[in-house]
């Protein structure tokens, strides 16, 4: 029965018991609830879609919530009749592998402080997303039960608590964190097996030195925007040479992959060669680090995601881009431009940016480069091979773009990171569950009733009023 769609599955349980039986913990395995208006599908009233859910688990939670192994809620209203309806899934839900929050989590314990309990209580959960969390928040994660694989903690009030302190029951077992706060703490806690990590908001005080000791098997490291004083520029050069310093001794040997604001790389200063280096986003003013953050990584693949606002910074751009592939040994360079003013000045034809004679520019300076692909707003994309004959002299061959982008994966010199990491990291799968719209009736729900033990739920068949929408997933969310 797992292969049928909702529809056809509830058919099938309202034909006997021992079918009821089979699918009910299909039928309830996964509850996801988007209503972020970015990813959200449109025409759907989350907020009536968890209504529905709650009324279906409410009629025998111990029994319904027993088969719950992913919650995910984004709900921009943080109510009563919410909070109700997550502890009752919390509460009953002891398997839960999965528990995504995107919601004002201080706002929620002040609805139904019972909700910390039970989530702290939990033993199976592997994968923990909580947004906007406090002081509440805070002792619930430092007293939580399970040992997590995946986290995404955003502690957005100021001087609530350090994220690696409060996930020190975690540190054998976490492989991936994304962290929004505004500080870490130097402590005793090692994280040993977290693979990948994502910060957004560390101040540029920190030191490059507490996170290698803190993550020492890192090797995906994504870094947001930095908080720095403006016009601190004496500070900032203080501070790379103190990073510089911190890691004669004590560096990631293992990094691979790093992405984030070029800023970022400019002012901690990893030094360590890796395969995979992501600038986003590169503008005219910061351009002008890339030539250090390219030194100091040596990347093998380049990619650069450039905000332009006008022709003389595009050409800023990529003269610092040309200096700074002088000295490299990028093999393979991708650079795509997100910007309204290109796409207004491409829009005809004739305005077309030659981007062949910047290709040919970037491989005549560049020793080791081999491929370039350059995608522009409002022109196609474009890819070149780079050919270089026994004399030293380079020509570039055009290739259609499919098979660019496969050959240079098939050679290993293009490679994303597992999660976003131009924004907020999204845990979870890669693509999300299926999902079926089942309208419900009276008449639906009271053939469905009697599956049910005798007397268990018939009387409670009123809450589901006629035309309820319910949406039921019925594919499991499983965290990568």
């Not at 002792?139 to 995946?150: D, E, F, G, K, V």
């Not at 010199?413 to 999300?432: A, E, F, N, V, Y």
Request: charged share 20%; net charge positive.
């Amino acid at each position: 029965m797992s292969f049928l769609v909702a529809k056809d599955l509830l058919c099938y349980m309202r034909s006997c018991r021992a079918l009821y039986y089979a699918g009910l913990p299909l039928l309830g395995r996964s509850a996801v609830f988007n209503g972020d208006p970015r990813t959200a599908k449109r025409g759907v009233d989350h907020q009536k879609r968890y209504q529905s859910f709650i009324r279906f688990i409410g009629v025998n939670p111990p029994l319904r919530c027993s088969y719950l192994r992913t919650v995910i809620i984004c709900l921009e209203q943080t109510t009563p009749q919410l909070a109700e309806g997550i502890h009752q899934m919390v509460e009953h839900g002891r398997y839960l592998d999965t528990l995504q929050l995107r919601l004002n989590c201080e706002d929620l314990l002040e609805a139904n402080p019972r909700i910390a309990t039970a989530i702290s209580s939990l033993t199976n959960l592997k994968l923990l997303s909580l947004s906007r969390v406090g002081r509440k928040s805070y002792a619930m994660l430092s007293a939580l039960q399970s040992s997590l694989i995946h986290a995404d903690i955003r502690i957005l009030s100021k001087g609530a608590g350090f994220v690696n302190e409060a996930l020190a029951r975690s540190r054998f077992t976490l492989q991936t964190l994304f962290a929004v706060c505004d500080s870490i703490k130097d402590c005793d806690v090692v994280y040993t097996s977290v693979m990948e990590l994502t910060l957004h908001g560390v101040p540029a005080q920190h030191t490059i030195g507490l996170l290698v000791r803190t993550f020492p098997v890192l090797r995906r490291l994504h870094m947001g925007i930095v908080i720095r004083e403006p016009h601190a520029t004496d500070a900032i050069e203080e501070v790379r040479r103190e990073n510089i310093a911190a890691q004669a001794d004590n560096c990631w040997d293992g990094l691979e992959y790093l992405s984030g604001d070029p800023v970022a790389f400019y002012l901690f200063a990893p030094q360590c060669r890796i395969q995979y280096l992501r600038f986003c986003p590169v503008t005219a003013t910061n351009s002008r680090v890339l030539f250090s953050a390219i030194c100091d990584t040596r990347p093998l693949s380049l990619d650069l995601i450039a905000t332009v606002d006008s022709l003389s910074s595009l050409k800023r751009i990529l003269n610092d881009l040309n200096l700074a592939l002088f000295a490299s040994e990028v093999q393979c360079l991708k650079f795509v431009s997100v910007s309204d003013f290109l796409a207004r000045y491409n829009r005809k034809k004739k305005h077309h940016t030659d981007l062949a004679a910047i290709a040919y520019e970037a491989a005549r300076v560049a020793p080791s480069l081999r491929y370039i692909f350059f995608h522009l707003t409002g022109q196609p994309a474009v890819f070149f091979r780079v050919n270089q004959d026994e004399v030293g002299s380079k020509s570039l061959v055009e290739l259609p773009v499919a098979e660019g982008k496969k050959l240079i994966k098939d050679e290993g010199l293009q490679r994303k990171i597992k999660h976003m990491d131009d924004g907020p990291l999204t845990l979870g799968p890669k693509s999300h569950p299926y999902f079926e719209a089942i309208m419900f009736n009276d008449r639906m729900i009271r053939s469905l009733n009697m599956m049910a033990p005798n007397g268990a739920w018939t009387s409670q068949a009123s809450l589901l009023s006629t035309s309820t929408i319910l949406f039921l997933s019925t594919q499991p969310i499983h965290s990568v």
